[in-house]
């Protein structure tokens, strides 16, 4: 009996120079990687979902981006934590998911939940103020790839 490859996708069967590969979206990595220090609790289950998302974005992103580049994605994303930390602590979650909800701008179809619920914490849950929206603009500003 012989076996065929009649099952194996032309994809796979391409040459590896030829195959589609992930294009690398940096500023969706680095919302990814944002939006992981959101915390779900009881009280705030949102954020739960926010974390989820973004750890499944994080996961189909990183396939297109080398290692030096997530190193760095993350390393800024580590700053831009750091930068959040110094407002007060009622503006943070709400500064925060702007940042988020801004760099997801063009984002690929995978970023698609993570969008959404982004959006709808930014609409429902973190409504922010003006301060806090020039305040997110200014750390988008600050971190454009």
Same mark, same amino acid.
């Given at each position: 009996?012989?076996?065929? !490859? ?116 930014? !609409?429902?849950?973190?409504?922010? !103020? ?16």
């Amino acid at each position: 009996m012989q076996t065929t !490859t009649r099952y194996l996708t032309p994809a796979l069967m391409a040459p590896p120079s030829m195959r589609a590969t992930i294009d690398g979206h940096p500023r969706a990595y680095l919302a990814a990687t944002l939006s992981t220090c959101f915390r779900g609790s009881a009280a705030d289950p949102l954020a739960g979902q926010l974390r989820e998302h973004a750890l499944a974005a994080q996961e189909h992103l990183a396939g297109g981006l080398t290692l030096d580049e997530r190193a760095h994605l993350v390393a800024v994303a580590r700053a831009t934590q750091r930068r959040a930390a110094l407002l007060p602590l009622a503006d943070r979650p709400a500064v925060l998911a702007e940042v988020v909800r801004r760099l997801l701008d063009d984002a690929p179809s995978s970023c698609v939940a993570l969008d959404v619920c982004v959006r709808e914490a930014v !609409t429902k849950r973190y409504t922010p !103020t003006p301060a806090q929206i020039a305040t997110a603009a200014a750390i988008v500003e600050a971190v454009t790839l």
